[in-house]
């Protein structure tokens, strides 16, 4: 679906996270879409390296910690600079918590530590970008604004592999994207989030205890459509969420879980 006509200027979507994984799949996505596109990432190699290889031209790939206030400062600066002002954020980039396997890290276990790294990036780290991107809107309408969050299954149903931290960093997100849909209403920018299930990437294997082979997930009888997720039909909601066919849609979850919760 080709968001931008002819004679309209190209939008420009900044995506954290987006070296990896999901973010990258949406990436590809947007910048199939029509969309310049601006990855963000801890990662700044291979932030480079994906952004040089999406279609189109006029990509590129920064060094941002979404965690660090003056990091996303710049990089929404740099953004604006050098492509044009953001008008699409989608917020992937995030961190897992992992036990000693097997297993899911115990409360009673989490440090104060582990509890503050996980939060840092994503709660802190959805709330700085989102922050941002509404501060440099400066009171104005932004055409098409939209904002896509990241939460989990976990942050709805208390996790399966993860624990507290990175399941209560998701609640986090859910209800911080609700508050800035409405906020954000009055600039015609929607914020909507998009909570997975277990999907294909470099995070989920780590949820994989040593010596179990390929196998990617340890769960899919728990998994109604019987299989784990692929990072293109997260990229695909994402899609949908900022193409103009969703500008009546904001505060919404999508859920794209296989079915793992109803509701
Ligand atoms: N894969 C899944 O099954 C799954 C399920 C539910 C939710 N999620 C969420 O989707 C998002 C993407 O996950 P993924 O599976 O693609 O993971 P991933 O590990 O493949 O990618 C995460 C990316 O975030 C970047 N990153 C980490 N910390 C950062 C920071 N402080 N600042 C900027 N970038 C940082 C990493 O460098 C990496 O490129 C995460 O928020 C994750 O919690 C994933």
Redesign the pocket.
């Known amino acids: 679906m080709t968001t931008t006509t002819s004679n309209s200027p190209r939008r420009v979507a900044l995506v954290?996270?987006?070296?990896?994984?999901?973010?990258?799949?949406t990436a590809r996505r947007l910048a199939a879409d029509g969309l310049t596109l601006v990855l963000?990432?801890?990662?700044l190699a291979?932030?480079q390296s994906a952004a040089a290889e999406l279609p189109g031209a006029g990509h590129f790939g920064l060094?941002?910690?979404?965690?660090?206030e003056a990091?996303v400062r710049e990089a929404f600066a740099s953004a604006a600079d050098r492509a044009g002002e953001v008008s699409v954020l989608a917020?992937?980039?995030?961190?897992?918590s992992t036990a000693p396997q097997p297993g899911r890290l115990a409360t009673i276990d989490i440090s104060l530590d582990e509890w503050d790294r996980v939060m840092?990036?994503?709660a802190r780290?959805s709330f700085l970008c989102i922050r941002e991107m509404l501060r440099r809107a400066g009171g104005r309408p932004v055409p098409h604004g939209r904002i896509v969050t990241?939460?989990?299954?976990?942050g709805q149903m208390g996790g399966m592999q993860s624990g507290a931290a990175?399941s209560a960093?998701?609640g986090a997100?859910l209800a911080l994207s609700k508050v800035a849909a409405r906020e954000a209403a009055s600039l015609g920018i929607t914020v909507n989030t998009?909570?997975?299930?277990?999907?294909?990437?470099?995070?989920?294997q780590?949820?994989v205890p040593p010596g179990n082979g390929d196998q990617k997930?340890m769960g899919t009888a728990a998994v109604p459509l019987g299989r784990?997720?692929l990072?293109e039909e997260?990229a695909a909601a994402v899609g949908y969420l900022v193409s103009p066919d969703a500008a009546f849609v904001t505060g919404a979850t999508i859920d794209v879980n296989g079915g793992m919760l109803m509701r």
Do not use: W
Not at 16 to 25: K, Q, R, V, Y
Not at 63 to 68: A, F, S
Not at 91 to 96: Q, V
């Open positions: 954290t996270g987006g070296a990896s994984g999901l973010g990258l799949a963000a990432d801890l990662n291979r932030a060094r941002c910690d979404v965690g660090d990091s917020c992937f980039a995030g961190i897992l840092q990036v994503n780290g990241v939460a989990s299954l976990a990175y960093s998701k997100v998009v909570a997975p299930g277990p999907i294909d990437t470099p995070m989920l780590l949820t997930y784990i997720g990072p997260i």
